[in-house]
C-alpha cells in the first residue's frame, strides 16, 4: 500500500484525463442477495475503441466471481436460467438502451450409463470426464434495437455456438477435448463470428482468468488501507465472461463510422445485467420449472459503484434497478459517499494529517464524482438527467479511463490500462488531493494482446488454491 501527498487537484485531472498507467478493480459479491447467486453476479465490464481506427468496440463482461479452478466434479458454468444481456445507451440525453445483446445458455442432460457394466470402455460415462463429455453447452445470441420511435428489432447473429469448456486437468482434457494443452489455439475454437460472414463483430462465451485485482480484505475492513500486507485477493481464481467484439459503425446514430474528436452524440454508454425468471418451482424429483416475467437481479457498469459507494440497506435494490433510475434513487451515495465516513472513524485522514475542514468538504456535495463519470472534463455535457452507472465510451476518441476501460495500454502485459481501484478510490476519498493505492498493482496473469484479451482459465489440476502438503 502506498500514500503520498501530492498537489491538490492532480489526481483528480489525471483521473479525468485517463493518463493513469497502472492497475483493476470490480464487484464481486457486493451485495446481500446476489451473494446466494454467483452464475448471475457481474463482476466486471471492460469497455473500449481500438486505437486510431475506432471501428471496433470491444466489451468484456464479466460473472460469477471467485471461481476455485480444482471445484470438481460440478463445475462453474453460465445457468441456462439466466438472461445475460449487455446494454448499450447513446448521447446525453437517455439511458435507455439503444441496443442490447441478449446471451441465453442451453445445457445437454448428463448421460445416464450403468456403473454395474464393467465392460464399458473408459469414457463410457461413468467416469467423471466422461459425464462431462456427455454434457455440452451452447448459446444463442440476439440482437435487440430500439429506435428513435421506440420500435423494436429483434436479430438473431448466432445459435448453437459452442461454450469454452472448463480448464479441468491433462488426463481429463485429453480424453475429453482431445488435447493435453489447454492453450489459447484451443480456447480460439470457441471465438465466433457473428452475422452474415461474422459481419456484426465475433463473440466468445466461457472460463477465463479473473482479470480483477484488488485488496478486497482491507477495503472491506472499513478502508483499513494504512494497516496489513497488500494482497491481491482475487489472484488463482477464474470467473465466466461473454467478450463481444462489435462494429462501432452498427452502433452509432447514422451507422457510419465515427467521426474523430469529442462528440456527446458518439458517446455511449455500456452496462451488463443478469435476470431471472419470476417463478422457480422446486420439484421433489428431479430438476425444476422456470416462468413468468425475466427479473434483473444483478447489474454493472463502472467498477466500484455499488461495492464501494451504495451503502448495504440498498445494494439489492441497486442490482434490480437501471441506470436511468439511479439519480432519483441512489444520487444521496453518490454525492455523500460513505466510505469517506469510513475513513475518517479509523483515523486514515488523521493519520495523513488531512485537515478537519477539509475532510468535512469531502462529505458532502461531490459533484466531482458526478463529473468525473460523465466525463466533464473531456468537454461532455451530459446532464444529470441522463446520469447513471454506466461506463461511458466515446466512439471517437481513444479509450482511457474513464472514457471506457480497456484492457490493453497497461504499463506491462499483467496490468491493465488504468488502475480504477487507485482512480477511484483516490477521487471518493481525497477529490484528488492524496493518491491512494490498495497495493494490488497487478494481475496475476498477463492479459492477452488480442481478443477475448482475459488470460486463460487457471487449471483445475495444478491451479488449486489447496496448500502443499508433504509426501
Known amino acids: 500500500m502506498k500514500l503520498r501527498h501530492i498537489a491538490t487537484g492532480a489526481l483528480s485531472a489525471i483521473a479525468f484525463t485517463g493518463v493513469v498507467a497502472t492497475a483493476g478493480a470490480s464487484s464481486h459479491r457486493e451485495a446481500p442477495a446476489i451473494g446466494f447467486d454467483p452464475a448471475a453476479d457481474n463482476t466486471d465490464v471492460w469497455a473500449w475503441v481500438n486505437d486510431g481506427a475506432h471501428d471496433k468496440l470491444t466489451i468484456v463482461a464479466a460473472y460469477n466471481p471467485l471461481e476455485e479452478p480444482s471445484g470438481g466434479p460440478n463445475y462453474h458454468e453460465f445457468s441456462d436460467d439466466v438472461l445475460y444481456e449487455v446494454h448499450i445507451t447513446r448521447g446525453n440525453k437517455s439511458l435507455e438502451d439503444v441496443v442490447t445483446y441478449q446471451i441465453q445458455f442451453s445445457s445437454t442432460d448428463y448421460p445416464r450409463v450403468d456403473p454395474a457394466n464393467l465392460s464399458a470402455p473408459v469414457g463410457g460415462g461413468k467416469e467423471f470426464f466422461s459425464q462431462l463429455s456427455g454434457r455440452k453447452q451452447t448459446y444463442w445470441l440476439t440482437k435487440v434495437e430500439r429506435d428513435a420511435k421506440g420500435k423494436t428489432t429483434r436479430t438473431v447473429l448466432g445459435q448453437g ?14 480424453i475429453v477435448y482431445g488435447t493435453e494443452k489447454y492453450d489459447d489455439a484451443f480456447a480460439g475454437k470457441f471465438v465466433h463470428g457473428l452475422g452474415f460472414n461474422g459481419g456484426e463483430g465475433r463473440v466468445f462465451a466461457g472460463p477465463r482468468d479473473d482479470g480483477f485485482y484488488v485488496d478486497i480484505g482491507r477495503i472491506f475492513d472499513l478502508a483499513n488501507l494504512l494497516g496489513g500486507t497488500p494482497r491481491d485477493n482475487v489472484a488463482g481464481y477464474n ?35 443478469a435476470s431471472r425468471r419470476q417463478v422457480r418451482v422446486l420439484h421433489q424429483g428431479p430438476g425444476e420449472s422456470n416462468f413468468g416475467s425475466w427479473v434483473q437481479v444483478s447489474r454493472l457498469g463502472l467498477p466500484l459503484v455499488n461495492e464501494a459507494l451504495i451503502g448495504l440497506q440498498d445494494k439489492d435494490k441497486y442490482n434490480r434497478t437501471r441506470p436511468a433510475k439511479d439519480v432519483a434513487n441512489f444520487g444521496a451515495y453518490f454525492l455523500n459517499p460513505v466510505v469517506v465516513r469510513d475513513a475518517e472513524a479509523v483515523g486514515i485522514y488523521k493519520a495523513l494529517g488531512v485537515p478537519d475542514d477539509v475532510v468535512t468538504s469531502l462529505k458532502s456535495n461531490r459533484l466531482d464524482i458526478i463529473d468525473t463519470i460523465n466525463l466533464k472534463a473531456s468537454g461532455h455535457d451530459i446532464p444529470l438527467s441522463a446520469t447513471g452507472d454506466v461506463l461511458r465510451v466515446d466512439l471517437g476518441l481513444d479509450s482511457r479511463f474513464p472514457n471506457g476501460r480497456p484492457i490493453p495500454y497497461g504499463a506491462a502485459p499483467n496490468k491493465e490500462q488504468a488502475d480504477v481501484t487507485d482512480v477511484l478510490l483516490s477521487v471518493i476519498l481525497s477529490k484528488g488531493t492524496v493518491a491512494i493505492s490498495d497495493g494490488a498493482q497487478s494481475n496475476d496473469k498477463p492479459y492477452l494482446a488480442g481478443f477475448p484479451y482475459l488470460a486463460l482459465p487457471h487449471e483445475g489440476f495444478s491451479g488449486g488454491h489447496g496448500t502443499a502438503t508433504d509426501k
Open 239 to 273: 470467473c465466466h465472461a461473454i467478450a463481444l467484439e462489435i462494429p462501432t459503425a452498427s452502433l452509432t446514430a447514422d451507422k457510419q463510422a465515427p467521426k474523430a474528436g469529442a462528440s456527446d452524440a458518439n458517446t455511449i454508454g455500456v452496462w451488463a445485467s
Open 161 to 174: 455456438l459452442a461454450v469454452a469448456p472448463v480448464n479441468i486437468g491433462p488426463n481429463t482434457n485429453k
